[in-house]
């Protein structure tokens, strides 16, 4: 370990740095901040309270790490340990010890800056690849080059903040024995880290375009946006994610990871908790190219999407801002990273100025220390700011929107907002979890059904060292951990990456138009071999219900007969069901792979005929039912998640699981509602019990299937639903029971006395 205690600069140190400002004075700062810029700050300083909050909070904790010293360790942990966390904690110093430098022009923070990159030139070319061997692409700091590039894209805007601080000396020895090498390692000596399309690549390529930008250095400049001009790669090598990385006769590099993964709606394949960790090099480095090769127009690069983007991720969020946990995903990320603090900033400086950004901005509470971040801080010192309304949207998938989507819709009941989210989008590359037509529901920010995401305590090192957990392969990536069909108990696509990787789920319709009628539709053809899937979610507002209700038809066709098991998430305590069911004695796995090896079985029932099967449980202080319309022969049982979990790796959650056996084409249908409430303190229950008395489908067909609810007052309200390509402007015709039906659009509501 390299430890230094803070300096006192001696006057011929002065007298050096003096020296460097005056010949490269009219350079640097030039990546993110720049000359101009930085007067404009200065000159306002004092005078914009965001702005000076988020100045004076970086400067406290700047201040107290210089206060400690600085601290080089030999790398040797994983994420998490104390290496680890130690270097990640140096390039976020470092990067706001720069910005404080040019803003407040104290001294310190440039003589903490030189003296932190001297000891890492001086402990950089003496280091071998990181001892952890876990990762496809090791760094030297860090145990992935992921971490490395982390590192260097902060790094990068130090250096430049000092760079006309520092002698021409200390600039040369720093780039021949930290910078280039560095640049090259990440770039010529993990090929197969750099060369791809996946967000580690977009990290890396930002890190070596920027320090190229800083240096002058147009080889690596040319790395970072084109890639390398070599295909040396193992096509067979799997990444520390368990997807393969294949990159022969594929365009790589910076613009190539903004082409591809992106959609023309701005949603990122891999899901926006990764979509959200890859904005900041993607945006910062936007900005870096805007001052620095203005003739890239990089904002207008695709459409604008890099802008779009940051409206899509604002929009994949529920009603407190956290993402939903599409794919690999942390729970509980949310709009308040740095990472969307960084995006929003930079969307409203460089996009058309959108005043409900600053809404968004203002509830994030702080603001990049630049250009980007004052004018924000300013706008909203001016009080310009207006609400950012999310709505029902449909966000497409792949780089030319043909590969599926998310669907999102939204429905208000005075303070509650319910909001359904379908995901029949592509695998999502090595992130990916084999889950076609899955969805989650949220009231507000809590989950009604939940999406697992990820198997992973990131950055903890007691658990892996942070990494992902080898319960991510064997659960959460499973069909049968997310709430869609699994059929004959194997995973989508036999859970193989390379044969999901090739299909993604087909958009049949998405009407939001009526946002008391909102629906959307949607089908999966190669998930299972001659086997369809289709499923048609529906939500309702009815006046007879306290709530928005959730329609959900999950159709399915196929050319043999087989087992299907349909999962709800639900997060809640049981209340009551309305059937009988045996629970075991002894608990027991409900199978032996493919994701049921994780679930225990604790309670079955055998249904004896056609009936409305009804479960209720209690969550947030509120009820909610899930009905089916069941059929003689189906199994309903219950299940939770946490078997063969010898390390207690997974969350002990309960769902119900609706299986039916022997069926070849065949309907799931279930409604849920929210309603009533608990009050602990007054001990009293209000409205807690289902207002539905009987759910059945009373007419099907390849195109319509009618929906009849009785609910507990005796009305009935039958629901049409199309189940093939409709628009608004549609008009149907169905005839039931010799009356006539005509309406216009996706969806008809008929009430009847």
Known sequence: MIVFKNIITTSA?????????????????????????????????????????????????????????????????????FTHEQHKKNYTILQKAGVLYQLTQDEKYAVYIKNMLFAYAKMYPTLPLHPQERSYARGKLFWQALNDANWLVYVSQSYDCVYDYLSKKDRIYLEKNLFKPFASFLS?????????????????????????????????????????????????????????????????????????????????????????????????????????????????????????????????????????????????MSIYSKELVTAVDIAYYFGNKDTSLLSVAAKQGRVQLDDAGFAVAKAIQEKKQTPFIKKSLNLSDGSDGTQGGIGILRAQKGSDDFSLVLKYCSQGLSHGHYDKLS???????????????????????????????????????????????????????????????KFASELIYFDSSNPKQQVICSKETNAYPDTELKRTMALLTLENFENPILIDLFSITSKSTHQYDLPYYYLGQMIDANFKYETPTVLEPLGTKFGYQHLWKVGHSTLEKNETTQLTWLSNSKFKTITAASKSGDEVIFAKIGANDPKFNLRNNPAIIFRRKNAKDTRFLTITETHGSYSPVTESAKNAFSSIKELKIIHEDENYVVVSILDKKDKSTLVFLTTSKAESTTKHNLTIDTKEYEWTGTLLIKTLE
């Open 13 to 81: 140190f002065v007298l050096c740095c003096l020296f460097g400002i005056q010949t490269k004075a009219q350079n640097h700062p030039n990546l993110i901040l720049t000359k101009a810029s930085v007067a404009e700050m200065r000159s306002q300083l004092g005078k914009v309270a965001l702005f000076d909050k988020s100045l004076a909070d970086a400067k406290t904790e700047v201040d107290a790490v210089i206060l400690i010293g600085i601290i080089v360790p030999i790398p040797k942990d994983m994420a998490g340990g």
């Open 188 to 332: 010529e000596g993990s090929p197969q880290f750099f060369n791809r399309i996946h967000n580690h690549s977009t990290w890396g390529n930002v890190a070596v375009g920027m320090i190229g930008l800083v240096m002058n250095d147009e080889k690596y400049v040319d790395y970072a946006l084109n890639g390398l001009k070599i295909d040396n790669i193992n096509p067979n090598a799997k990444d520390n994610d368990g997807g393969f990385i294949k990159v022969a006769g594929q365009k790589t590099g910076f613009l190539a990871n903004l082409d591809d993964p992106f959609s023309p709606d701005g949603y990122y394949t891999e899901g926006p908790y990764y979509q959200r960790y890859a904005m900041y090099p993607f945006m910062t480095f936007a900005v870096a190219l805007q001052n620095n090769r203005p003739d890239l127009e990089i904002f207008d690069h695709k459409n604008g999407v890099l802008i779009k983007a940051v409206y899509a991720l604002l929009n994949l969020t529920n009603f407190n801002g956290e993402f939903f946990p599409l794919n690999d995903a942390q729970k509980g």
């Open 439 to 501: 969805f989650s529901f949220y009231n507000n920010e809590n989950e009604i059904y939940q999406d697992y995401g990820l198997a992973r305590f990131v950055n903890i090192d007691q658990k892996n060292g942070g990494g992902y957990l080898k319960e991510n392969n064997s659960w959460a990536k499973q069909t049968i951990a997310h709430n869609t069909i699994t059929q004959d108990e194997t995973s989508h696509f036999d859970n193989d990456f390379e044969t999901g990787s």
